[in-house]
């Protein structure tokens, strides 16, 4: 199967953390994304995971990858009202996938 | 500056017509995608292409049509048997390969059939 599922909505009051989840089902995934889009607007990548790693951390964004469980985690440290959007978690196969395969999405709404 | 361009920006239909949607990119990519995308529903491949002149369904092509002539440009025309297309329509592309990493999307355009 191919199924990447997301909560749908997550709201954090501003300068606390988010943290956003994905399963996904299909345990050949290599890589794995997450995405963001703003209102009205494309799909801009945030960063993105290798299967073979455990964990990824770029400034305020830290990826958790479970393998086991086919569990990956977006956190957000210091989350501020700038990051209200909507996140989506993203697999791939191999490098030559036919398909990248989107979650539902998360509305992560900010609140001051 | 390179990137993934989609037009127009908003499209209105009438019922039974068909209307193509344009994506163009210039940053050499072999493969590019089309994803349409609802409230709730997250985004759901219609058609891929990895290579010019070829092309392959995704999930919910039923209604929807392609061409790949050109590297650079992948139209996506929605025709009268799409029997809901009012919807937002996203363009992808990517390297393919071992250089692989992360898809460039175009801003969309939101089709409303009146």
């Known amino acids: 199967g191919e199924d990447v599922e997301q909560s749908l909505f997550l709201s954090v009051r501003e300068g606390d953390s988010s943290v956003i989840n994905c399963t996904y089902t299909?345990?050949?995934?290599?890589?794995l994304y997450w995405y963001k889009q703003e209102p009205g607007a494309g799909l801009q990548l945030l960063t993105y995971i290798f299967s073979n790693m455990d964990m990824k951390q770029d400034q305020r964004l830290t990826v958790l990858l479970n393998k086991k469980d086919k569990h990956l985690s977006l956190r957000i440290a210091d989350t501020q009202t700038g990051d209200s959007a909507i996140y989506f978690c993203?697999?791939?196969?191999?490098?030559?996938?036919?398909?990248?395969?989107f979650g539902t999405g998360t509305r992560l709404q900010v609140f001051p | 500056d390179g990137g993934i361009t989609q037009s127009p920006k908003y499209l209105f239909r009438k019922e039974g017509q068909n209307v193509t949607l344009s994506c163009e990119q210039n940053l050499n990519h072999d493969a590019m995608y089309w994803y349409r995308q609802d409230p709730g529903q997250g985004l759901r491949l219609i058609y891929y292409?990895?290579?010019?002149?070829?092309?392959q369904k995704g999930d919910i092509a039923e209604g929807y049509s392609v061409s790949r002539e050109k590297k650079e440009s992948f139209p996506l025309t929605v025709t009268s048997a799409q029997k809901n297309p009012t919807a937002f329509y996203l363009c992808?592309?990517?390297?393919?390969?071992?250089?692989?990493?992360?898809?460039?999307f175009g801003q969309g355009t939101r089709l409303t059939v009146v």
């Open positions: 292409s990895q290579i010019v002149n070829d092309f």
């Open positions: 993203a697999e791939t196969k191999s490098y030559n996938t036919d398909k990248l395969i």
């Open positions: 992808a592309s990517t390297l393919t390969g071992p250089l692989r990493t992360e898809a460039f």
């Open positions: 299909d345990s050949s995934s290599t890589y």
